[in-house]
């Protein structure tokens, strides 16, 4: 009777399979939770690309000629679609009511005006943010875990005019 199971604990054929069959559904999980978060670092860097791209147009930007809200509309449409004239949103329901638009006065075309002395010893700046909700790809959410709910990016650059 012994000897059947000394037989059987001296038999290593499935080990394998069985070992492959507990590891899989946890490698599958650490997997998809990857690809979830990569998305995330992905979505992040390209809103500050878009980002970075309208403050630097805004920073060597004259407002004097087609006015304030013209050119901080197209740095809005930049930082979304990557083009002044509007078009396909970089990241999927990112909107130019997200982007965020300031300068070192009340008025952002002050701060982006032509001119690049200094005011009172202070650089004028311009400043473009952007907030937004991150969905992710529904795998960490469909598990009841928690994700990133907003990606926050942010950019200034120093005006230098034309």
């Known amino acids: 009777m012994f000897a059947v199971f000394r037989t059987l604990r001296d038999d290593t054929t499935g080990a394998a399979l069985v070992e492959a069959a507990l590891l899989a559904p946890l490698l599958i999980v650490i997997g998809?939770?990857?690809m979830d978060y990569a998305t995330f670092v992905y979505q992040r860097h390209v809103m500050l690309t878009g980002v970075r791209d309208a403050a630097r147009y805004?920073?060597?930007?004259?407002?004097?000629?087609?006015?304030?809200?013209?050119?901080?509309?197209?740095a809005k449409n930049l930082a979304v679609t990557g083009q002044i004239s509007g078009g396909t949103s970089r990241v999927q329901a990112w909107t130019i009511a997200n982007v965020q638009v300031s300068g070192t006065s009340s008025n952002p075309c002050v701060a982006m005006a032509a001119y690049t002395t200094l005011r009172n010893g202070i650089p004028s700046l311009v400043t473009v943010q952007s907030t937004f909700s991150y969905t992710g790809l529904g795998f960490v959410t469909s598990l009841g875990l928690p994700?990133?709910?907003?990606?926050?990016?942010?950019?200034?650059?120093?005006?230098?005019?034309?």
């Open 58 to 74: 805004l920073a060597r930007t004259d407002c004097s000629g087609s006015g304030e809200a013209t050119m901080i509309l197209n």
């Open 147 to 162: 994700i990133p709910a907003q990606i926050s990016v942010q950019h200034t650059e120093r005006v230098i005019g034309q």
């Open 32 to 34: 998809f939770a990857t």
